[in-house]
């Protein structure tokens, strides 16, 4: 450029700053502008936490003012006292450039908190750290959703229902513990397994593979699944499948719900046994409710009375009860309502018009808390039962009219043998020969006393032994003439009955003892006592005879007995299984002992 007729250069310069500053000014405002747009909090804050800028939805998430930032807010003013000790370290550490992210929980400037991720970086200035730079993320509906999930997850855990989850592939992705509790199979093993790889689903090939394919097809599927545990035991579930699905509307995965309803089952299993027990019974039975009205009726009942259970079902009982029964009838009922069982044999005219005899017997049927909740009727037919009986009944008077006769003419028959006896007696004068007439006779008259005894008693089989030698001993005071209270008899203990295979041979061992105690204990008229005692107990019968007399002889045993009537004893106590003891310390006492029949 010439300037003033000299060759010179010639420079310009434009002060450029503030075109720069301008431009950062519109640079700036477009990302304020920008941030403004973001629903999360956007900061910065200096090297002390002094916020020099945040957005528009600070305000709206936090409650501050445009001029509480003016006023100036420091970043830990927000955070929870708890945690700034926690901030401190962690701004420390992105000004020293380790990574940014951490979870905070705000106080809002109401007091109110929420949970918050801060991301952050450095500002920095000249190449040296001058702040910090972020944004902050309000959590509260993600926490919301974990604390849900959470809760959740829990619930299944702890739920009393098997849950399992598979994918499209079947394969297992979740179970909960019940499921392992139902099954057998521990979490472990059947998580990452096929359900095809499972005992459970191979218990019923058709039905596992309807169900998936059901389920496949976006459909629920409901119903009852047997199947076998990994020990192989039976068991039963209901379980509810469906699928879920993505925001797309695919279905991704499935849920089984199951519920364990073996018990229920076992226990409707036995409940049909027993009802198909009862159905088969050949006695009528009928369940009625509380008051009295029919809820069943098995088989036998249309058989005895020819209704079926439609003619029956939701009557009341006493609607086939004859109108003069019915009061009877209904006492019955209320006395079974309150607890108590009844029994009876009543005649009955069958649906032919043939008249039967049946056996009821009524009885409450409680329900868990003890209250009568029905009654239960069962009636069976014992016509052909009664009919025996009578028979039997006939045929048994017969026989006793039959034995008594036989006892009786038994009796005169001995009584016939003791009077020939007494004839011959007055013809002899011999004194043995009339001593050994007269021990006979008394010796017949001993069993003719047993069959004079069962022929009066209703028993035929037994007789009372104490009254038996009531009368035995009358007998025999007579017949030696001490009758005249010279010598006394009495007779203690127990009643006992003896048939007659041991009332015949007790009865001559007391005849021979009695009557020796006559003859021999009490010489020249003396005054004395015979005391027989009856006992029983241990399944023995124990008869112990004794006087007050003179005593057996010296030397005497039983062992080296000669007389016929000692001998007669020892055999007759033979005949009974039984034994004879003798104490003759003082006066003389015999004890014998036979087992009881």
């Not at 090939?205 to 976006?218: C, L, T």
């Not at 309150?338 to 409450?364: A, C, F, L, Q, T």
Request: hydrophobic share 35%; proline share 4%; glycine share 6%.
């Amino acid at each position: 450029m010439r300037l003033m007729d000299k060759n010179e250069l010639s420079c310009s310069e434009d002060d450029v700053t503030q075109s720069t500053r301008a431009e950062e000014a519109r640079s700036k405002k477009r990302y304020e502008e920008l941030a403004d747009l973001l629903p999360q909090i956007v900061f910065e804050m200096d090297l002390l936490g002094n916020l020099t800028y945040v957005n528009r939805s600070a305000y709206e998430v936090m409650g501050y003012t445009i001029e509480d930032f003016h006023r100036g807010l420091n970043v830990l003013q927000m955070i929870v006292p708890e945690e700034r000790e926690m901030a401190r370290r962690n701004i420390s550490c992105v000004l020293n450039g380790e990574k940014s992210g951490a979870e905070y929980t705000f106080q809002r400037k109401d007091g109110s908190r929420i949970p918050v991720i801060v991301h952050s970086s450095v500002i920095l200035r000249d190449g040296k750290p001058a702040g910090l730079r972020g944004f902050i993320v309000d959590i509260t509906g993600q926490k919301i959703s974990e604390d849900r999930m959470r809760r959740l997850s829990a619930a299944i855990e702890q739920s009393p229902s098997s849950v399992m989850i598979f994918d499209m592939e079947g394969t297992i992705v979740y179970v909960n513990p019940y499921f392992s509790r139902i099954t057998g199979y521990a979490a472990e093993d059947a998580v990452g397994k096929p359900l095809s790889s499972l005992s459970f689903a191979n218990a019923r090939p058709e039905q596992f593979n309807e169900v998936m394919d059901r389920i496949k097809s976006g459909q629920e599927w409901r119903g009852e699944i047997e199947y076998k545990t990994s020990s192989g035991k039976p068991n039963w579930v209901f379980a509810h499948i469906f699928p879920i699905k993505d925001r797309n509307g695919k279905i991704t995965h499935f849920i089984d719900v199951e519920e364990d309803v073996t018990e229920r089952k076992l226990a409707e299993e036995q409940l049909r046994k027993l009802f198909m027990a009862l159905d088969q019974s050949p006695n009528s039975t009928t369940i009625t409710d509380h008051e009295g009205k029919i809820t069943y009726v098995n088989s036998a009942f249309t058989r005895l009375t020819g209704a079926r259970p439609g003619d029956v079902i939701g009557r009341y009982k006493l609607d086939f009860i004859p109108e003069a029964d019915r009061a009877r009838v209904a006492e019955i009922i209320e006395s079974v309502k309150s607890g108590k069982d009844w029994k009876s044999e009543r005649p009955y005219v069958n649906k032919d018009g043939e008249e039967r005899w049946v056996s009821v017997h009524i009885s409450p049927l409680r329900d868990p808390d003890g209250k009568v909740a029905n009654l239960v009727i069962i009636e069976e037919d014992i016509t052909e039962r009664k009919v025996n009986e009578e028979r039997i009944k006939n045929s048994l008077r017969e026989k006793e009219v039959l034995l008594k006769e036989v006892h009786h003419r038994v009796k005169n028959n001995m009584q016939i043998i003791s009077s020939l006896l007494n004839l011959r007696l007055s013809g002899i004068d011999q004194e043995p020969v009339r001593q050994i007439l007269a021990e006979s006779q008394s010796r017949i008259r001993s069993i003719a006393l047993v069959h004079e005894r069962i022929y009066m008693s209703d028993d035929l089989s037994k007789i009372n032994f104490d009254e038996y030698l009531k009368s035995l001993g009358n007998q025999l005071l007579v017949t030696y003439r001490a009758n005249s209270g010279r010598v006394r008899l009495t007779i203690e203990g127990d009643d006992i009955y003896l048939g007659v295979d041991q009332a015949v041979p007790c009865g001559l061992i007391m005849n021979e003892l009695i009557s020796n105690s006559l003859k021999h204990a009490f010489p020249e008229s003396r005054h004395g006592n015979i005391r027989i005692r009856l006992s029983s107990g241990d399944h023995k019968t124990i008869i112990t005879i004794e006087d007050d007399g003179v005593g057996m002889p010296d030397g005497f045993s039983l062992s080296n007995a000669q007389s016929m009537g000692m001998q007669l004893v020892l055999a007759l106590v033979e005949q009974l299984e039984g034994r004879i003891v003798l104490d003759s310390s003082r006066g003389t006492m015999f004890t014998i002992t036979f087992p009881a029949r």
